[in-house]
């Protein structure tokens, strides 16, 4: 990937969509924890054990290279984005709970991971070639939270200003999203064939395993379909931004954000039409209970 996107652009990129993210939160998103425990609580399980779990066990299976087998643990370490939030306003998702998740998914992801990237780099040996160093780590941490905050403290003194923005940065973060995959893609093009055969459909399963988790397992411990709608795209739909950001920029490997960026291209047609299939039973089961 060119220098100056990767080491100037990539950083901005992350900056703007993490700044976008904290202009939907308020203080009172983290709060609402506490009335909506049950569904917190299940879905950070589903996202910080099942899934990175689940991955391990794809990479396995499929017999990944070690540097693209980094990079799908990385996928699966990182938070959900703002897409989810989308997402799940387009899908009859509780919002409010999608904002509360990524806040909560975003901080706990600095402490998480980490160790998980770190772990699957020593499992695959490649740790004289790629590694986390504190350092990068602090600088992950300052490239998430400080934005966030910005945008927080943006959202509580000028709410209409914030209101305004809403859309312009979302629409700006999925350009970002969309010139970092084609950087990569072009980047790594004499290999490009031979990586969407690695990681094609690995990449989709996960996506699709994901979304469904997201929703089933929620709604087996009994919470609401609204929020499992919203938890379903919350797991289902990663911050590809982040992985990408951490490979290029921490690991020093172009090759381990390439499953991010395979993903981040299929995630959107799988997540719309799954969107469609739950929210349609959703809709379905609340017209039978109020004919009933």
């Not at 993210?21 to 589903?46: N, Q, S």
């Not at 004289?128 to 509580?156: H, N, Q, T, W, Y």
């Not at 969107?275 to 959703?282: E, F, P």
Request: hydrophobic share 55%.
């Amino acid at each position: 990937m060119d220098s100056a996107l990767s080491t100037i652009g990539l950083p901005i990129a992350l900056a703007i969509i993490m700044f976008g993210l904290g202009l939907d939160l308020t203080v009172g998103d983290f709060r609402r924890v506490g009335r909506h425990p049950k569904a917190v609580l299940v879905a950070l399980g589903c996202q910080l054990l099942l899934l990175p779990a689940a991955c391990f066990g794809l990479v396995l299976l499929f017999d990944l290279p070690p540097l693209l087998g980094i990079g799908m643990m990385l996928l699966a370490a990182s938070p959900g984005g703002t897409t989810a939030n989308l997402f799940s306003h387009l899908f009859r998702g509780d919002v409010a709970l999608n904002i509360t998740l990524t806040a909560i998914n975003t901080i706990v992801a600095i402490g998480t991971l980490p160790p998980i990237t770190n772990l699957t780099i020593r499992w695959f040996d490649q740790s004289d070639s790629v590694s986390m160093p504190l350092v990068e780590v602090v600088k992950v941490f300052v490239l998430i939270l400080v934005p966030v905050g910005l945008g927080m403290v943006v959202r509580a003194r000028r709410a209409d200003f914030a209101a305004r923005m809403d859309r312009p940065v979302r629409a700006g973060s999925a350009v970002i999203l969309a010139v970092l995959i084609l950087g990569i893609l072009l980047d790594q093009r004499d290999d490009v064939g031979d990586y969407l055969a690695d990681v094609g459909l690995i990449a989709a399963i996960f996506c699709a395993l994901s979304l469904v988790v997201g929703y089933v397992v929620p709604r087996a411990a009994g919470v609401a379909g609204d929020q499992a709608i919203a938890s379903s795209f919350e797991i289902g739909v990663h911050n590809g931004t982040l992985a990408i950001f951490v490979a290029v920029e921490v690991l020093d490997s172009v090759e381990i954000s390439v499953p991010a960026a395979v993903y981040s291209l299929l995630m959107f047609f799988l997540a719309a039409g799954w969107g469609a299939v739950i929210s349609r039973r959703v809709a379905e089961r609340d017209t039978q209970r109020v004919a009933g």
